[in-house]
């Protein structure tokens, strides 16, 4: 990497590299995430771990973002979830209001999908909090990617898991911000 003088490294906005993936299917949950933190063209880490579970292993999150506001966001959840336990939605609402109503949160830089093994939910700083129609959900620079792949491939892939590790591979082919160095985690469902 040659220094440029002129490139600001401390600008999140200039950070990519983050491809989330969640798919819910046939009695299970995953959430996986590539491992790949990018500061413009240039690869700052191969093996981050953006994916992460809360509440005693009951919830599945990964972030794209900012890494220390995603931390940060991840205590709040972790905090609204002790408040609301078995209320998946409710603790996402009311960190999704926390975070657009409050002036330090509303200046996080991150986007969350958190699941349990009902719910799927896409969490972002304007206040949304979005439950996928098809129970397939991505955020990130690879996001799209990922998520038009597990749509391709949902009809002929039975196993969440297996799905979701094909469209993260995918992603990782054409995205210049993903790798294949993945993180995954799963929850059996109720359904």
Same mark, same amino acid.
């Given at each position: 990497m040659i220094y440029n003088p002129h490139h600001d490294y401390a600008d999140a906005s200039q950070w990519r590299g983050t491809t989330i993936l969640s798919? &819910?299917?046939?009695?299970?949950?995953?959430?996986?995430?590539?491992g790949q933190v990018s500061a413009g063209n240039t690869v700052m880490k191969a093996s981050a771990r953006k994916v992460r579970t809360l509440a005693g292993g009951n919830?599945?999150?990964?972030?794209?973002?900012?890494t220390a506001d995603a931390f940060a966001l991840l205590e709040r959840l972790e905090?609204?979830?002790e408040q609301h336990p078995t209320q998946l939605a409710r603790a996402c609402v009311e960190l999704?209001?926390?975070? &657009?109503?409050?002036?330090y949160l509303r200046q996080l830089q991150a986007m969350m999908i958190v699941a349990d093994k009902n719910e799927t939910? =896409?969490?972002t700083g304007n206040g949304d909090v979005v439950q996928p129609d098809s129970g397939i959900a991505a955020i990130g620079s690879g996001g799209?990617?990922?998520?038009s792949a597990a749509l391709a491939m949902n009809d002929y892939?039975?196993?969440?898991?297996?799905?979701? &590790?094909?469209?993260?591979? =995918?992603?990782d082919r054409v995205c210049v911000f993903t790798n294949g160095n993945l993180t995954l985690e799963s929850l059996k469902t109720d359904t």
């Open positions: 798919v &819910r299917k046939n009695g299970k949950v995953v959430v996986v995430g590539d919830v599945l999150t990964g972030f794209a973002g900012a905090a609204k979830l999704a209001k926390d975070w &657009r109503m409050d002036k939910f =896409i969490l799209n990617y990922a998520l892939e039975e196993d969440a898991e297996t799905l979701a &590790r094909k469209a993260m591979a =995918i992603a």
